[in-house]
Protein backbone atom coordinates (compact mmCIF):
# COMPACT_ATOMS: atom_id res chain seq x y z
CA UNK A 1 0.00 0.00 0.00
CA UNK A 2 2.55 2.28 0.98
CA UNK A 3 5.34 1.49 -1.39
CA UNK A 4 2.75 1.49 -3.54
CA UNK A 5 1.81 -2.27 -4.49
CA UNK A 6 -1.76 -1.61 -4.96
CA UNK A 7 -2.63 -5.03 -6.74
CA UNK A 8 -1.24 -6.80 -3.81
CA UNK A 9 -2.82 -4.10 -1.47
CA UNK A 10 -6.05 -4.09 -3.07
CA UNK A 11 -6.52 -7.87 -3.13
CA UNK A 12 -5.55 -8.08 0.79
CA UNK A 13 -8.56 -5.12 1.12
CA UNK A 14 -11.08 -7.03 -0.72
CA UNK A 15 -10.35 -10.27 0.98
CA UNK A 16 -11.08 -8.26 4.05
CA UNK A 17 -14.71 -6.75 2.87
CA UNK A 18 -15.34 -9.64 1.98
CA UNK A 19 -14.96 -11.83 5.31
CA UNK A 20 -17.28 -9.07 6.76
CA UNK A 21 -19.97 -9.33 3.79
CA UNK A 22 -19.67 -13.24 4.01
CA UNK A 23 -20.35 -13.06 8.57
CA UNK A 24 -22.11 -10.02 9.19
CA UNK A 25 -22.32 -11.19 12.83
CA UNK A 26 -18.46 -9.87 13.44
CA UNK A 27 -19.69 -6.86 12.63
CA UNK A 28 -21.26 -6.49 16.52
CA UNK A 29 -17.76 -6.15 17.53
CA UNK A 30 -16.59 -2.36 17.34
CA UNK A 31 -13.07 -3.03 16.56
CA UNK A 32 -14.40 -5.31 13.40
CA UNK A 33 -16.71 -2.37 12.16
CA UNK A 34 -13.67 -0.07 12.75
CA UNK A 35 -11.54 -2.83 10.86
CA UNK A 36 -14.20 -2.91 8.07
CA UNK A 37 -14.28 1.14 7.57
CA UNK A 38 -10.56 1.10 7.44
CA UNK A 39 -10.53 -1.81 4.73
CA UNK A 40 -13.13 -0.29 2.77
CA UNK A 41 -11.21 3.52 2.61
CA UNK A 42 -7.60 1.77 1.86
CA UNK A 43 -9.07 -0.12 -1.35
CA UNK A 44 -10.70 2.77 -2.38
CA UNK A 45 -7.17 4.33 -2.23
CA UNK A 46 -5.70 1.51 -4.06
CA UNK A 47 -8.03 1.93 -6.72
CA UNK A 48 -7.38 5.80 -6.76
CA UNK A 49 -3.38 5.09 -6.69
CA UNK A 50 -1.58 4.40 -9.37
CA UNK A 51 2.51 4.82 -10.41
CA UNK A 52 5.61 4.92 -8.38
CA UNK A 53 4.60 8.09 -6.08
CA UNK A 54 0.90 8.53 -4.88
CA UNK A 55 -1.14 10.78 -6.37
CA UNK A 56 -2.89 14.08 -4.01
CA UNK A 57 -5.58 11.83 -4.06
CA UNK A 58 -3.95 9.01 -2.70
CA UNK A 59 -2.11 11.19 -0.25
CA UNK A 60 -5.33 12.91 0.81
CA UNK A 61 -7.25 9.20 1.83
CA UNK A 62 -4.00 8.14 3.28
CA UNK A 63 -3.51 10.92 5.68
CA UNK A 64 -7.68 10.74 6.35
CA UNK A 65 -7.04 6.62 7.11
CA UNK A 66 -4.01 7.54 9.35
CA UNK A 67 -5.97 10.37 11.34
CA UNK A 68 -9.07 7.68 11.83
CA UNK A 69 -6.67 4.96 13.03
CA UNK A 70 -4.96 8.04 15.29
CA UNK A 71 -1.76 6.91 13.94
CA UNK A 72 -0.28 10.60 14.01
CA UNK A 73 3.16 9.59 13.00
CA UNK A 74 1.65 8.60 9.77
CA UNK A 75 -0.33 11.60 9.22
CA UNK A 76 3.01 13.80 10.30
CA UNK A 77 4.74 11.78 7.29
CA UNK A 78 2.94 13.52 4.96
CA UNK A 79 3.17 17.05 6.61
CA UNK A 80 5.20 18.77 3.84
CA UNK A 81 2.38 18.58 1.48
CA UNK A 82 -0.22 20.46 2.96
CA UNK A 83 0.14 23.11 1.25
CA UNK A 84 -0.72 20.84 -1.93
CA UNK A 85 -3.46 18.91 -0.07
CA UNK A 86 -4.97 22.36 0.33
CA UNK A 87 -4.92 23.05 -3.29
CA UNK A 88 -7.95 20.25 -3.60
CA UNK A 89 -11.44 20.78 -3.04
CA UNK A 90 -12.23 23.23 -0.05
CA UNK A 91 -14.40 20.84 1.57
CA UNK A 92 -12.04 18.29 2.31
CA UNK A 93 -9.43 20.99 3.83
CA UNK A 94 -10.71 21.39 7.28
CA UNK A 95 -10.66 17.05 7.95
CA UNK A 96 -7.13 17.63 6.50
CA UNK A 97 -5.90 20.57 8.77
CA UNK A 98 -7.61 19.07 11.00
CA UNK A 99 -5.34 15.79 11.42
CA UNK A 100 -2.16 17.55 10.83
CA UNK A 101 -3.55 19.67 13.89
CA UNK A 102 -4.45 16.70 16.24
CA UNK A 103 -0.99 14.70 14.95
CA UNK A 104 1.08 17.77 16.12
CA UNK A 105 -0.85 18.48 19.28
CA UNK A 106 0.02 14.72 20.22
CA UNK A 107 3.59 14.81 19.57
CA UNK A 108 3.78 17.61 21.63
CA UNK A 109 4.30 20.33 18.46
CA UNK A 110 1.80 22.55 20.69
CA UNK A 111 2.87 26.41 18.67
CA UNK A 112 2.51 24.17 15.38
CA UNK A 113 -0.69 22.68 16.42
CA UNK A 114 -1.79 25.98 17.71
CA UNK A 115 -1.17 27.78 13.92
CA UNK A 116 -2.90 24.58 12.56
CA UNK A 117 -6.22 24.96 14.64
CA UNK A 118 -6.22 28.67 14.39
CA UNK A 119 -6.10 28.24 10.21
CA UNK A 120 -9.12 25.45 10.97
CA UNK A 121 -11.17 28.18 13.37
CA UNK A 122 -10.83 31.08 10.23
CA UNK A 123 -12.08 28.28 7.34
CA UNK A 124 -15.19 26.89 10.04
CA UNK A 125 -15.55 30.36 10.64
CA UNK A 126 -16.16 31.54 6.73
CA UNK A 127 -18.06 27.78 6.13
CA UNK A 128 -20.42 29.24 9.33
CA UNK A 129 -19.78 25.65 10.64
CA UNK A 130 -20.07 27.39 14.32
CA UNK A 131 -20.18 24.07 16.57
CA UNK A 132 -16.83 22.73 15.20
CA UNK A 133 -15.41 26.30 15.26
CA UNK A 134 -16.26 26.52 19.22
CA UNK A 135 -14.23 23.09 19.81
CA UNK A 136 -11.35 24.18 17.69
CA UNK A 137 -11.01 27.36 19.45
CA UNK A 138 -10.81 25.34 22.76
CA UNK A 139 -8.08 23.22 21.09
CA UNK A 140 -6.19 26.69 20.75
CA UNK A 141 -6.81 27.40 24.31
CA UNK A 142 -5.25 23.78 24.93
CA UNK A 143 -2.39 24.81 22.98
CA UNK A 144 -1.48 27.35 24.89
CA UNK A 145 -2.22 25.93 28.15
CA UNK A 146 0.96 23.82 26.87
CA UNK A 147 3.21 26.33 25.98
CA UNK A 148 2.80 27.65 29.73
CA UNK A 149 1.16 31.00 28.70
CA UNK A 150 -2.58 31.63 30.46
CA UNK A 151 -3.07 34.72 28.66
CA UNK A 152 -2.93 33.10 25.36
CA UNK A 153 -5.37 30.67 27.03
CA UNK A 154 -7.73 32.77 28.13
CA UNK A 155 -7.78 34.69 24.98
CA UNK A 156 -8.76 31.83 23.17
CA UNK A 157 -11.06 30.04 25.73
CA UNK A 158 -12.84 33.56 25.70
CA UNK A 159 -13.47 33.49 22.28
CA UNK A 160 -14.84 29.77 22.28
CA UNK A 161 -17.39 31.32 25.25
CA UNK A 162 -18.39 34.46 23.26
CA UNK A 163 -19.37 31.85 20.18
CA UNK A 164 -21.12 29.82 22.07
CA UNK A 165 -23.26 31.96 23.55
CA UNK A 166 -23.58 34.18 20.40
CA UNK A 167 -25.01 31.17 18.37
CA UNK A 168 -26.34 28.96 21.59
CA UNK A 169 -23.66 26.45 21.61
CA UNK A 170 -23.88 25.40 24.77
CA UNK A 171 -21.14 22.43 24.71
CA UNK A 172 -18.82 25.15 23.34
CA UNK A 173 -19.98 27.41 25.67
CA UNK A 174 -19.44 24.81 28.66
CA UNK A 175 -15.68 23.26 27.27
CA UNK A 176 -14.57 26.95 27.45
CA UNK A 177 -15.57 27.35 30.77
CA UNK A 178 -13.95 24.42 31.68
CA UNK A 179 -10.60 25.74 30.09
CA UNK A 180 -10.79 29.03 32.22
CA UNK A 181 -11.73 26.96 35.37
CA UNK A 182 -8.25 25.18 35.13
CA UNK A 183 -6.34 28.67 33.70
CA UNK A 184 -7.79 30.07 36.77
CA UNK A 185 -7.01 27.25 39.28
CA UNK A 186 -3.72 26.12 38.12
CA UNK A 187 -1.96 29.23 35.83
CA UNK A 188 -3.66 32.50 37.77
CA UNK A 189 -4.42 30.16 41.78
CA UNK A 190 -7.90 32.43 41.64
CA UNK A 191 -9.53 29.73 43.30
CA UNK A 192 -12.52 31.46 43.82
CA UNK A 193 -12.96 32.53 40.15
CA UNK A 194 -12.06 28.74 38.97
CA UNK A 195 -14.93 27.54 40.88
CA UNK A 196 -17.30 29.87 39.57
CA UNK A 197 -16.27 29.06 36.03
Given at each position: ???????????????????A???????????????????????????????????????????????????????????????????L????????????????????????????????????????????????????G?C??????????????????????????????????????????????????A???
Amino acid sequence: FYVPNHADAARSFRAAVDVAEKHPEILGDENARYALGHAKINLKACEVGAGDAPSLAMVALMVKTAMAARDWPEVLRWESRLEELLTLAEASHPQLISAFAWANFDQGHYEKASRLFQKRVQLLGKMERYSEQGKDMCKVGDCFVRLNDAKGADTWYQHARKLGDQHGLYSAECAACLGLGRVAMYMHKEFEDAEEL
